[in-house]
């Protein structure tokens, strides 16, 4: 099976977040990221909504439709893990994490916030799916297993709820916690010149280094999806005061 490096293909990333500890939808840090071997095959979004009619024994016509709200986003989808040529790899640390997403983080429990970690679906530039959500379920199935019993494949079926509300919109350079984006490498870029675009400061590369797990700043590879994670409030961009926006 030819993997997504092979293939010059966009790698999907699963992204752990940790949850806030207030009331907001707006997601604190990157617990992880669980990136995908194999892209999936196929994605399914639905959304509901309610309408009630209020019904009456002597009505002779259908009573209009009152809107009373909108289910979440779901997104379905299967996610398809392998460790077959890997010799001391197996695949049970990536679904150990799935699993993990349907347990209070031990940082919200503290808070006496509990709550499972958020997670955002990225592939490349979609837009549809790239929503922050609660993982509802999982379920993982072992495929293959080395001569010790290891499991070196697994197929694991998770469905993600939208986390909903509204986020208002941060000028990345404001170093707000909602002004993570994420971007595409292009033929050319460097950590240098893509810190200078988001941040205003070339010298931020390591920020973006350290959210994506990046260990050499010259290998950047086109195609290529890096979050650019908000600056921490010791940390503000050039010109910018904490807090503020431009």
């Not at 207030?22 to 071997?37: G, M």
């Not at 494949?153 to 990345?172: D, F, H, M």
């Amino acid at each position: 099976m030819q993997s997504l490096s092979d293939a010059g293909l966009t790698h999907a990333v699963l992204v752990l977040l940790e949850p806030p500890p207030s009331l907001t939808n707006e997601p604190t840090v990157i617990r992880s990221r669980i990136p995908l071997q194999f892209n999936p095959e196929q994605i399914k979004l639905s959304k509901k909504a309610t309408w009630d009619r209020t019904l009456a024994s002597k009505a002779t016509t259908t009573a209009m439709p009152e809107f009373r709200g909108a289910d979440p986003r779901v997104l379905s989808t299967d996610l398809f893990l392998d460790a077959t040529f890997a010799s001391k790899s197996t695949v049970e640390d990536q679904v150990e994490a799935l699993l993990a997403c349907c347990v209070p983080t031990n940082q919200s429990i503290d808070a006496d916030r509990p709550s499972p970690p958020w997670v955002r679906l990225e592939w490349g530039l979609s837009r549809s799916m790239a929503f922050t959500a609660c993982v509802t379920s999982v379920d993982a199935t072992y495929t293959l297993f080395a001569a010790d019993g290891s499991p070196k494949r697994a197929t694991c079926s998770v469905e993600l709820a939208e986390i909903g509300g509204s986020v208002p919109k941060q000028n990345p350079t404001s170093g707000s916690p909602g002004s993570e984006v994420a971007h595409e490498v292009q033929a050319g870029d460097s950590l240098a010149s893509l810190a200078f675009r988001q941040y205003g400061d070339a010298g931020q590369w390591r920020v973006i280094a350290d959210a994506n797990g990046i260990l050499d700043p010259a290998e950047l590879i086109p195609g290529t999806v890096l979050v650019f994670p908000s600056l921490p409030p010791e940390r503000p961009a050039i010109g910018t005061a904490p807090g503020s926006t431009r």
